[in-house]
């Protein structure tokens, strides 16, 4: 079952280019792998230091044990460590049937 990783952001404004900029990088490492699925990072509108990056993967296992064992995990992981500490919440949810 496909499994969608949600982490939310809050970042002071003068971090959010250099925020940005991380993931630009990282988003090479998610290309990479065979694991990740889908990604999109998003702004809100309303706080622009706050972000939410959405990561869709083929299984749990295979983004815990696949990507985060992977070499592509260590340059993912080291371009947005800096911003480990703007981590509100990081949670790991599965598809229900409701959707379009």
Known sequence: MKEIKYIR??????????FELAYEKAQESLR??????????SNCVEKLENYNLRIECDSFEGHMKGFRSS???????SAV????NNIEE???????????
């Open 9 to 18: 952001y809050n970042t002071s404004n003068e971090k959010q280019k250099d």
């Open 32 to 41: 990479r792998s065979s694991h990740c699925l889908n990604y999109e990072l």
């Open 71 to 77: 070499p592509e995990f260590q340059l993912f992981f």
């Open 81 to 84: 460590q800096p911003f480990f």
């Open 90 to 100: 990081m949670r790991h949810y599965g598809l229900t049937r409701i959707r379009k």
